[in-house]
């Protein structure tokens, strides 16, 4: 599976203010997905993000708040804006590789940046 | 209804025991299913995949999938204590997306 870093691993901030967490991965893929963890529960998708296009974003999430750029196949950026207490999470992305199944792939996830919100 | 449900637990299993979790899913399109393991303050890691109906084996792991009842299970056989940790049930909904159980929380007692 391929290698994935993120970038902060950890940040506490200031409500109002934004925050860009950047994902590295060692090989070229062509899906990355960011996800996010709320204290407690469980993984949830925020958006879909391949090269060259806009990001699709899942129900209850917008561009405006978390936009989202991936300029070649290695990396992507999530932008978490004009932050509230209740964006603290951890911020996960994620790729497809290894196993190509039937039906989709598995995913690999980075080690996660833990925001916390003040 | 959850597109993917658990039982968050917490399971607590005594060391050498079979740990088994499960899952359940609401749309009977589904066709792959996977098991992640998340220690505290860790991100989740992929331990077990499958797509078939039946038992799939690696090492001391068992995933099960019975399509007809939507279910998907992990046994862990010769529990350890570094076993203990949150199981993420996963299934892929649609073309690509990837949703998760609410997880459950996995003790092994030495």
């Known amino acids: 599976s391929a290698v994935i870093s993120q970038k902060p691993s950890r940040d506490i901030c200031q409500r109002g203010t934004s925050l860009t967490i950047q994902c590295q991965v060692d090989?070229?893929?062509?899906?990355m997905f960011w996800y996010r963890q709320q204290p407690g529960q469980s993984l949830t998708l925020i958006a879909t993000a391949n090269q060259g296009s806009e990001a699709t974003y899942e129900s209850g999430f917008v561009i405006d708040k978390f936009p989202i750029s991936r300029p070649n196949l290695t990396f992507s950026t999530l932008t978490v804006s004009n932050m509230s207490p209740e964006d603290s999470s951890i911020y996960l992305c994620s790729v497809e590789g290894g196993v190509v199944l039937p039906f989709g792939e598995t995913q690999y996830f980075g080690p996660g940046t833990r925001l916390l919100v003040l | 209804q959850k597109e993917v449900e658990q039982n968050s637990g917490p399971l607590s299993v005594p060391e050498g025991a079979i740990a088994s979790l499960n899952c359940t899913y609401s749309d009977r399109g589904s066709q792959s299913f996977f098991w992640y393991r998340q220690y505290s303050g860790k991100s989740p890691e992929l331990i077990m995949f499958i797509y078939s109906n039946g038992d799939k084996e690696d090492g001391r792991f068992t995933a099960q999938l019975n399509k007809a009842s939507q279910y998907v299970s992990l046994l862990i056989r010769d529990s350890q204590p570094s076993d203990s940790a949150t199981y993420l049930c996963a299934v892929i909904i649609g073309a690509q997306k990837l949703v998760f159980g609410q997880g459950t929380r996995l003790t092994i007692n030495p």
């Open positions: 090989s070229q893929v062509t899906m």
